[in-house]
């Protein structure tokens, strides 16, 4: 069992220092509501990310967050992604 202590400890390591990792942005609450009313979607309707991910703990996210996810696409030149920010599960 995971002690609270330890998920709370910082990260030794810069998780977007890879090359491969996508680049994770923390929407405002504005943003969100402008993302949301474009797709036509409610929050829990995105894919999930939780808050303990690497990458969400990295941009500081919070349960009932946005982010936005920016992937490098061959076809595309980039590519966004949305996801609802959530305790375990």
Do not use: C, N, W
């Amino acid at each position: 069992m995971v002690k609270k202590q330890d998920k709370e400890k910082k990260l030794s390591y810069d998780v977007f220092a890879h090359e491969l990792a996508p680049r994770h942005i923390l929407l405002s609450e504005e943003e969100a509501k402008q993302v949301l009313a474009k797709y036509h979607i409610k929050p829990f309707q995105l894919p999930y990310i939780k808050v303990t991910d690497p990458a969400a703990r990295t941009i500081g996210a919070k349960p009932g967050d946005l982010v936005r996810i920016i992937r490098k696409s061959q076809t595309a030149g980039e590519s966004d992604f949305y996801r609802y920010v959530v305790e375990e599960f």
